[in-house]
């Protein structure tokens, strides 16, 4: 079964930095990504990776955050810097193959 496992959520202050990891198993997925889903609302695409290393971002984390992966890991990270208080929120990892699964999340808090 596949799973996604996010890790390196915490508080930070605002301007600080943080690098999520997910670790994926049972799949090597076609494409991974990062969405977010904040107090009251919608989630929202933050990153996503293709297996071949194309990236595409939301135009709110451009400049700020970096996709990365390690297909030989099975592994996707999430560098964010230059972090706002608006960024806080639960950090999803995504794997897309044939259907798309979920990590549980991780919280990212960013105080000012």
């Known amino acids: 079964q596949a799973q996604l496992v996010e890790s390196g959520g915490g508080l930070v202050q605002a301007g600080g930095s943080l690098r999520l990891s997910c670790a994926a198993s049972?799949?090597?997925?076609?494409?991974m990504g990062w969405y977010r889903q904040a107090p009251g609302k919608q989630r929202e695409l933050v990153a996503t990776i293709t297996h071949g290393g194309d990236t595409n971002y939301a135009d709110s984390v451009k400049g700020r955050f970096t996709i990365s992966r390690d297909n030989a890991k099975n592994m996707v990270y999430l560098l964010m810097n230059g972090l706002k208080p608006e960024d806080t929120a639960v950090y999803y990892c995504?794997?897309?193959?044939?259907?798309?699964?979920w990590g549980q999340g991780t919280q990212v808090t960013v105080s000012s």
């Open positions: 049972g799949s090597i997925f076609s494409a």
């Open positions: 995504m794997g897309r193959l044939v259907y798309s699964y």
